[in-house]
Nanobody, 122 residues
Framework: QVTLVESGGGLVQAGGSLRLSCVAS????????MGWFRQAPGKEREFVAG??????NYADSVKGRFTISRDLAKNTVYLQMNSLKPEDTAVYYC?????????????????WGQGTQVTVSS
């Protein structure tokens, strides 16, 4: 079992930055993939970014603006979000894939956090 706790969400103006953090506890492993998803009101949950030992991947909508990183010693994954846009407004979820999968499908991930709200005003 893995427990994930996100933090760092909030309200920011367009063009601003936020850094999200997600701390994993329980049966963690450096071989797991950790990822970020988001869900806006009335929309499906969508992949944002993922990181594993062999690399990182991003949704096209955030490439060049968001950076995912990981501190294995702290069991923490971060999402640095720059040049934020109103369309980035959503609840952001941290997720873990025990199988080390890196695909954008939610089915690739086994554990989820409760989410943190990010609101970008225009």
């Amino acid at each position: 079992q893995v427990t994930l706790v996100e933090s760092g969400g909030g309200l920011v103006q367009a063009g601003g930055s936020l850094r999200l953090s997600c701390v994993a506890s329980g049966r963690t492993s450096g071989t797991y993939t950790m990822g970020w998803f988001r869900q806006a009101p009335g929309k499906e949950r969508e992949f944002v970014a993922g990181i594993r030992l062999t690399g990182r991947n991003y949704a096209d909508s955030v490439k060049g603006r968001f950076t995912i990183s990981r501190d294995l010693a702290k069991n923490t994954v971060y999402l640095q979000m720059n040049s934020l846009k109103p369309e980035d407004t959503a609840v952001y979820y941290c997720a873990v894939s025990e199988r080390g999968l890196s695909g954008p499908q939610t089915e690739s991930y086994d554990y989820w956090g409760q989410g943190t709200q990010v609101t970008v005003s225009s």
